[in-house]
Every structure is written in C-alpha cells, then in structure tokens.
C-alpha cells in the first residue's frame, strides 16, 4: 500500500498539469497551484459519484480488478499499452523490473465502485456506447453530429441522441478518446465528432473534406470494436500477414508504434515509404537477411492497398479511385500541382514541405500556381 502524495515531487509539473486541465471543470492557473494540490484535486474528483468509472475503458477497469485481487500475473507485454495509460491516469505506479504493481491508496475506494458499475445492466451498456463512438471517430476521422448519431443507432438501439450527449458530456473519458469540433463548411457551421488527435483531423480537413458529401463505407459491429481497441482494421488479412511475418522475424518490435504510424499514413494517404522505414530502421536488412527483408516491403504494399482509410469516407485505398471521382474537384491533385509549381518537387521527396504548403497555402495561391502552370505549359 503506497500513497500518491508520497510521490508527488516525482511527477513533472507541466506534465501533470496538462493531465488537471483535462481532468478538472474549474482549473487554477499553472502559476497558484502546487504538485500535491493538483493530485489532490484529481483524487477528491475521481472520489466522487461515479467520475472514476467514466474516465476508464471496460478494458482497464477489468485491469484494475485483477490487479486488486491479485490473483495473475498482469505485467505481460499484451497488458503493456494498458498499464502505460493507467500510470499516466496516476492510479497506478508499476516496474518491469522488479515485476511489481500497485494501486496507489486513494483510489482503492473509487475503483471499487467503478468494478462494481461495469458489472451492473447500466453500467454495460455505457461502456458498450463508449466503445461505439470511439470506434467510430477512430474508422471514419471525422462525422457531422447527425451523422454520428445514426452510425451509433445503427449498433446500438436502445439510446436516444439526447441521451447520448448526455453520456459524452459525463464521461470524461471521451475528453481523452474522441474531439468535438465546431467548424464552417459552405458557409454553414456544422459540428464534427473526431479522432482524438485534432493536429492529424486538421491535416485531413485541410485536403480531404469534401469527402463529407460521399457515402460512407458500411463496418460490422466488429469492425468498430477493433477501431476502438487499435484505431485500425486489426483483423484486416493484409495486415495480419505483415504483423505475423514480423514477430517471427524478430520478436521484439514496438508494434503499438507502428500501428500508430500505419494508421496515420493510410487515413491521410501519405507515402508508404514511411512505413517500409520505420522496417528498415527496426529489422535486420544487411545481406544475408535481403529476402526476409524485401518480403516485409511487399507484404506492407500488399496491406497499404486494403486497409480502410478515411480519405475514402471509410473505404479501402484500392477504391480510392471510384469514391474520389464522386467529388467535383480533387483537392488532393490540385495542392500537389500548386506545391510542384511552387517548389519543383513531388509531395514524395520532402512530405514535411509537402504539409507546411497544404498549412500556409490559401485557395487563391493555389488557383494562381495553377493558371501560371497552365500558362506556362502553353508557352
């Protein structure tokens, strides 16, 4: 049994002050509040009613159970992403080293009501919900708020749209798994239910937007589980292929990294070269190891066509084609052209060129790169 406070020195002040600003309603500023103020602040609010419960996942409330009972070993590498957000929640302090876990004392009371929810009707069908809708932000990137609504009344029946907004606005575990935005489009404002990384929506609205007009591809109720678990198609065949020929490979690789910048590069289509890198970086590929290694860039080739990607509203990048030609203009390959006319180079050779250019371009330099491009390919 340990107490928080003991460690409060410990922890890095803007670091756990980012943590309070997301966790507390009514924040002090950075300069009148100390490290044990604020950490007794964030256990007083996980204490009361039911807020600890709606800040956790089902996955890591029933983690917080095991870990209470002791009765299994939990330091396991498929706990691994788990353990990590539990300790960055500051409820739980853990060493690979010494192979031990434990709940830090002010939270043994909140976790118990929270283990004790998750088990109860109410209880299941919230974090059921939960999981939806974050599946949900993480298979499409962005949905209006209509929309939103009726992909999650198309699983889950038995709530209103009411009482959905009311869920989200209690739970402060979607102020950490999804975004809100409020934005103009055609000059109408519309609000957009996202992935939680609002810096990578920002790069897709500024290039993929007009996908909002296009329909939707369709995901079984499995699908969006995944999402919610991984921010990916898991299960994707190509996927797995690649995956497995990896971990025979070499056991030790950092796969939640890696599907992070899979994820990132097939939802904002950029170059796959990115992700054959990150192999290069992270597997042998000297000489006696060439076949291994130009299987793993096939392999990954193979899987960049098929995995789904929001830039096709949902659909597989192999129909990135056919859904595209549904937009009046795209945006994509004009930018490209403006950004060739203005540098000489492709979005390929330096894509963080490519991206600083889709930032600080305006719609009127783009038109204007292009008339001189057509102007002067005529002379």
Not at 13 to 29: A, G, H, M, R
Not at 75 to 103: G, Q, R
Not at 270 to 296: G, M
Request: glycine content about 2%; overall charge negative; aromatic content about 14%.
């Amino acid at each position: 049994m340990k107490s928080l406070y003991t460690w409060a020195n410990r922890f890095d002040k803007e670091n756990l002050y980012d943590y309070y600003l997301t966790t507390i309603d009514k924040p002090l500023p950075y300069e009148k509040i100390t490290r044990k103020r604020m950490l007794e602040t964030i256990v007083a609010y996980y204490n009361i009613n039911d807020h600890l419960f709606y800040a956790l996942s089902a996955q890591e409330i029933s983690l917080l159970k095991k870990i209470v009972e002791n009765k299994e070993k939990v330091l396991t590498d498929e706990n691994k992403t788990l353990i990590i957000e539990l300790s960055s929640k500051l409820l739980i302090s853990f060493s690979y080293f010494t192979d031990e876990i434990y709940i830090y004392d002010e939270f043994y009371d909140a976790i118990k009501k929270a283990v004790e929810k998750m088990n109860t009707a109410e209880g299941k069908k919230i974090l059921e919900l939960q999981q939806v809708c974050i599946g949900l932000c993480n298979a499409y990137g962005i949905l209006e708020k209509e929309e939103f609504y009726d992909c999650i009344h198309r699983y889950l029946s038995s709530y209103t749209n009411e009482q959905i907004e009311n869920i989200i606005k209690t739970s402060d575990y979607f102020r950490h798994r999804i975004a809100i935005l409020e934005i103009t489009y055609d000059n109408i404002p519309i609000t957009l239910f996202t992935y939680h990384d609002v810096e990578e929506v920002a790069d897709f609205l500024d290039v993929y937007i007009d996908v909002l007009t296009l329909p939707k591809y369709e995901f079984n109720y499995d699908e969006i589980m995944d999402y919610a678990a991984y921010e990916l198609n898991y299960k994707n065949d190509s996927l797995q292929r690649l995956l497995k020929r990896m971990r025979e490979i070499n056991t030790y690789f950092y796969e939640d990294q890696f599907l992070n910048i899979i994820q990132t590069v097939t939802n904002l289509l950029l170059d796959k070269n990115l992700i054959k890198k990150f192999i290069y970086d992270h597997y042998p590929h000297y000489e006696r190891n060439a076949d291994k290694f130009f299987e793993l860039m096939d392999l990954c080739d193979e899987m960049g066509e098929t995995l789904n990607t929001w830039a096709a509203r949902g659909y597989p990048v192999s129909r990135m084609t056919d859904v595209l030609s549904g937009l009046q203009i795209d945006t994509m390959k004009k930018l490209e052209r403006a950004y060739h006319y203005k540098t000489g180079l492709s979005p390929e050779d330096d894509f963080n060129s490519f991206l600083d250019f889709i930032e600080s371009v305006t719609d009127e330099e783009v038109d204007e790169y292009l008339y001189n491009k057509e102007k002067k390919q005529l002379n």
